[in-house]
């Protein structure tokens, strides 16, 4: 049975050229496939390009609109009554 073994595995090798002889088929994976890489690259290189273009007008326009500015409220007396003195003396009112 092992002879048989080593005899079909010497038979293979003779098979495919021996040792130094010229080397098992390339295998080819899915990715390989694809003769149009170039293509895509080039397509998807257009598309970042394109976006970044975009995103950038698109800062550009909201940045320059400018924002709203809302009207402060008026300082209520109310706001910073002190009825009692601090035990480490008066302080001053927060402006």
């Not at 994976?29 to 007008?57: N, P, Q, R």
């Not at 940045?63 to 003396?89: C, D, M, T, V």
Request: aromatic share 10%; net charge positive; proline share 7%.
């Amino acid at each position: 049975m092992a002879t048989a073994l080593v005899r079909a595995g010497l038979l293979r090798t003779a098979l495919r050229g021996g040792a130094r002889g010229p080397a098992a088929p390339k295998r080819n994976f899915a990715s390989s496939a694809h003769h149009d890489d170039a293509y895509e690259t080039a397509k998807w290189e257009k598309i970042t390009y394109l976006g970044i273009a975009t995103c950038t007008v698109l800062a550009i326009y909201n940045l320059s609109k400018g924002h709203p500015h809302h009207n402060e409220q008026p300082a209520y007396p109310y706001l910073h009554i002190r009825n009692k003195e601090f035990p480490w003396g008066m302080c001053l009112p927060f402006i």
